[in-house]
């Protein structure tokens, strides 16, 4: 079947670093997207990453391990803003994005 | 450009009433999908569509009907709506049929069945 794990729930400090973990398995695998979603809000796309290795994007950047099914995005120098859901999306091989039910990053000052 | 649009924004409806949620994108994109999110669980596909005029069950479609009439705007109707189906329903599109393209969400419909 198709499963994603990432956890439930993180707490992070204003202007440090935290990564933000995601397993997955999937039947084929057409890249993995991040979405941030603000409490709320609609999801809005952060990274996609098709190859092994890290894409940067300003403070965001994003992991992929295609061989170990294993993703990470990488949030620097955090600000409150930051505080949201963070959505691991990998694509099967139909094109259909398998989403997990999101990591809550709560940032204290 | 206003993106991904759909109406209402919120609605409170007894259990075995009937509506149909709007969605209407302005990027030309080929591709439309109906989403549910309920607390702690992930999205959930209801329907999608890969062109006017054609649709395709997701993984939660039992209770949920659409349409695509026109490329842009996607409709999905309850027909006979349950407790089960409140949640918060979210409208995507993307651009490539059969690619890996980015999927841009609409703002959500809160929908409370009593």
């Known amino acids: 079947g198709q499963n994603i794990d990432q956890p439930t729930e993180m707490t992070a400090t204003e202007g440090a670093i935290v990564q933000i973990n995601c397993t997955y398995q999937t039947s084929g695998f057409n890249g993995l997207f991040w979405y941030q979603q603000h409490a709320g809000e609609a999801p809005t796309f952060l990274s996609y990453?098709?190859l092994d290795g890290l894409e940067e994007k300003g403070r965001f950047s994003s992991f992929l391990s295609r061989s170990k099914g294993y993703s990470y995005l990488l949030l620097k120098e955090l600000q409150m803003k930051d505080s949201a859901s963070y959505l691991c999306a990998p694509m099967d091989s139909n094109y259909q994005l398998i989403w997990g039910a999101g990591t809550k990053l709560i940032i204290k000052p | 450009n206003a993106g991904v649009t759909q109406t209402p924004k919120f609605r409170v409806l007894k259990t075995g009433q009937s509506m149909t949620l709007l969605c209407a994108q302005d990027?030309?994109?080929?591709?439309m999908y109906w989403y549910r999110q309920d607390p702690g669980m992930g999205l959930r596909l209801i329907h999608y569509s890969v062109g006017e005029g054609t649709t395709a069950k997701g993984e939660v479609p039992d209770g949920y009907n659409v349409s695509r009439l026109k490329k842009q705007t996607f409709l999905l109707g309850l027909e006979s709506a349950a407790p089960s189906q409140t949640s918060v329903y979210f409208c995507?599109?993307?651009?490539?049929?059969?690619?890996?393209?980015?999927?841009?969400f609409g703002p959500g419909t809160r929908l409370l069945v009593l």
């Open positions: 990453n098709v």
């Open positions: 990027m030309n994109h080929e591709y």
């Open positions: 995507a599109s993307s651009g490539i049929a059969g690619g890996p393209e980015t999927q841009y």
